[in-house]
């Protein structure tokens, strides 16, 4: 059950939060679930959100050592994008992340409404097209 700033049955939020604790190299993330609380199994919601969750921490292999771009820095394949500041707004997101190892990488758009216009650089960097999770627009 969604209860706003308490808890979120959102399996694609549980995702990109997997997914950035991955690409923000060495931050833990944590899962919790109203289940373990009552050390109870977990409902059809809870499991979903818990099995979206590890995917996301799984975005990359675990061997994998990941180095941190913010959109716009020095050599992040996020070259730039429009970025929505303060509400929503169409075609915009609000941040993207991105984590490389070699030449691939994974970017993580944030609040991605429309067609953010993500602008990728750094050639050989995107070697495929995005892959999104299930109503899940901000992974790739």
Known sequence: MNEPGRRNANPSIHFTLGALSRVFQGSAGTFHLEAGLHCTIPGPVQQACAEAFIAGTRIVPDDV????????????????????????????????????????????????????????????????PPRFWPNCRGCR
């Open 65 to 128: 050592t990941l180095r941190f771009y913010n959109a716009g820095w020095q050599d992040s394949p996020v070259v730039s994008a429009r970025f929505a500041e303060g509400e929503p707004k169409p075609n915009a997101c609000v941040r993207a992340y991105s984590g490389v190892w070699g030449n691939q990488g994974v970017v993580v758009a944030l609040g991605v409404i429309g067609d953010p216009g993500i602008v990728y650089g750094q050639a050989g960097r995107v070697a495929r």
